[in-house]
């Protein structure tokens, strides 16, 4: 059979039984144990969240001369203990008894060192987080299981309907929307037809057929496990959106003991040119929801877990004319797990007066990777960051994290 058949045939095969996982490399590592660290999830709020709305200083009396319009009420503000300068945005309400608990930390006047403020260049640059022009084509987290060594079929996987960014390069990682899609080929009675064609693609490597065979082993090992027979636990209540069910399938991944490392997900929607205060608060409610669910569900497993909130950029400073606020640059994250330093809100606060205003917007203090770093490093145990985050030698430690 030449090639060209070979590839009509495969596509026939995969088109009957439906599509192979989403993977991100022909490189397949050998199977090993892993090191006992926690499972890292990465939640990427696309569109550019508005950090000054979310996580509000109205401690700071210029906000609300900077806002006006679309600044959220001081009597609405959800006030933190022990910190009279920030306050959650009210739809953010779950979220506060994690906060009070110690579990939950915020980082805000933090972003990268772009000057874009496009969607596509922010969100690539932060998802590779190399900034010095080399065009390095791999994502942070991939590098990040580079130098960490081969763990389970399941090291890494982007839940949703395509392998983000940040996980893309040399080490496998999966990519699954929904459980039963995956699960498909595994039960096709042409499974062994599909291998031998992806032979025939690739005889001279066998790189093509060594990713089959990696995904065909996690799809076997996935429908053993059956994730989803573990229901939501301790009362959780997710929130009926895709990102809802896709944090729910985080949380079932981890309580079936697949060796999941690290799971990323979307949540999309933030790109508020108009309309904010509308806009903004059911979104914020979906996310805090998701957030405290997954909590909620995980238990006492979660003293295991460490999970991180990004965006591409915050918002301006001043409102526009639509009663929405336009692209900027710095922004908050949320940072929640059993191993984060939390009840505290992380900033060297720069100020919203006209004189402390980078080009219009919140300027930055901190620099993302130094969040990311300390996490690496102290409960995944990266002894490499340099290679991780190339060019990035910033020696900020904020105190976020305790020793795994």
Request: net charge negative; charged share 20%.
């Given at each position: 059979?030449?090639?060209?058949d070979s590839?009509?045939n495969?596509?026939k095969i995969a088109?009957?039984a439906?599509?192979?996982?989403?993977?991100?490399?022909?490189?397949v590592?050998?199977?090993a144990v892993?090191?006992p660290r926690d499972v890292?999830?990465?939640i990427f709020q696309r569109g550019?969240?508005?950090?000054l709305?979310?996580v509000?200083p109205?401690g700071d009396?210029?906000?609300?001369?900077?806002r006006?319009?679309?600044?959220?009420?001081?009597?609405?503000?959800i006030a933190?203990?022990?910190d009279n300068?920030?306050?959650?945005?009210?739809?953010?309400?779950?979220?506060?008894?994690?906060y009070?608990?110690?579990?939950?930390a915020?980082?805000?006047?933090?972003?990268?060192?772009?000057?874009?403020?496009?969607?596509f260049?922010?969100?690539?640059?932060m998802e590779?987080?190399?900034?010095?022009?080399?065009g390095?084509p791999s994502?942070?987290?991939?590098r990040h299981?580079v130098?960490?060594?081969p763990a389970?079929?399941?090291q890494?996987?982007g839940?949703?309907?395509?392998?983000?960014?940040?996980?893309?390069?040399?080490?496998?990682?999966?990519g699954?929307?929904?459980f039963d899609?995956?699960?498909?080929l595994s039960t096709?009675s042409r499974?062994?037809?599909?291998a031998?064609?992806l032979n025939?693609?690739?005889p001279?490597s066998?790189?093509?057929?060594?990713?089959a065979?990696s995904?065909?082993?996690a799809?076997?090992?996935?429908?053993t496990a059956?994730?989803g027979?573990?229901a939501?636990?301790?009362?959780?209540?997710?929130?009926?959106t895709?990102?809802?069910?896709?944090?729910l399938?985080i949380?079932?991944l981890?309580k079936?003991g697949v060796?999941l490392e690290i799971?990323?997900?979307?949540?999309?929607?933030?790109?508020h040119?108009?309309?904010e205060?509308n806009r903004?608060?059911p979104?914020?409610?979906?996310?805090?929801?998701?957030i405290?669910?997954f909590?909620?569900?995980?238990?006492?497993?979660?003293?295991g877990v460490?999970?991180?909130s990004m965006?591409?950029?915050?918002r301006r400073a001043?409102?526009?004319a639509?009663?929405?606020?336009?692209h900027?640059t710095?922004n908050c994250?949320?940072v929640?797990?059993?191993?984060?330093?939390?009840?505290?809100?992380y900033a060297?606060?720069p100020g919203?007066a006209?004189?402390?205003?980078?080009d219009?917007d919140?300027a930055i203090?901190t620099?993302?990777?130094?969040?990311l770093?300390e996490?690496?490093?102290k409960r995944?145990?990266?002894?490499?960051l340099p290679d991780?985050f190339?060019?990035?030698?910033d020696p900020?430690?904020?105190g976020?994290f305790?020793?795994a």
């Open positions: 059979m030449r090639i060209d590839r009509r495969f596509l088109g009957v439906g599509s192979l996982p989403l993977l991100s490399s022909r490189l590592f050998a199977q892993p090191t890292l999830v990465v550019g969240m508005d950090g709305n979310a509000v109205y009396g210029d906000y609300y001369d900077r006006g319009a679309v600044a959220i009420a001081e009597t609405e503000v933190l203990p022990g300068r920030f306050g959650l945005h009210p739809s953010l309400d779950l979220l506060r008894p994690l009070e608990a110690g579990e939950l915020l980082v805000h006047a933090v972003g990268g060192p772009t000057h874009s403020r496009s969607h260049s922010c969100q690539d640059l590779r987080a190399v900034f010095d022009g080399s390095a994502g942070w987290l991939n299981l130098s960490r060594g389970s079929d399941f890494g996987v839940i949703g309907t395509a392998v983000p960014r940040s996980l893309s390069g040399i080490a496998p990682v999966l699954i929307s929904t899609d995956f699960a498909l096709s499974s062994d037809e599909l031998a064609t025939l693609l690739h001279e066998g790189g093509l057929d060594a990713v065979r995904a065909f082993s799809m076997a090992e996935l429908e059956d994730p027979q573990h939501p636990a301790h009362g959780a209540v997710y929130p009926a895709p990102f809802g069910r896709q944090l399938q949380a079932q981890i079936a060796g799971a990323t997900v979307d949540i999309g929607g933030w790109d040119h108009d309309d205060l903004l608060a979104l914020l409610a979906e996310f805090g929801q998701g405290a669910a909590r909620a569900d995980l238990g006492a497993a979660m003293a460490s999970l991180v965006s591409e950029f915050g001043e409102p526009n639509s009663g929405g606020t336009d900027g710095a994250m949320f929640l797990g059993g191993g984060v330093v939390g009840r505290k809100v060297d606060w919203l006209t004189a402390d205003l980078a219009g919140l203090t620099d993302y990777r130094a969040v770093s996490l690496l490093r995944r145990g990266e002894t490499a991780v190339p060019g990035y030698a900020l430690e904020l976020l305790r020793h």
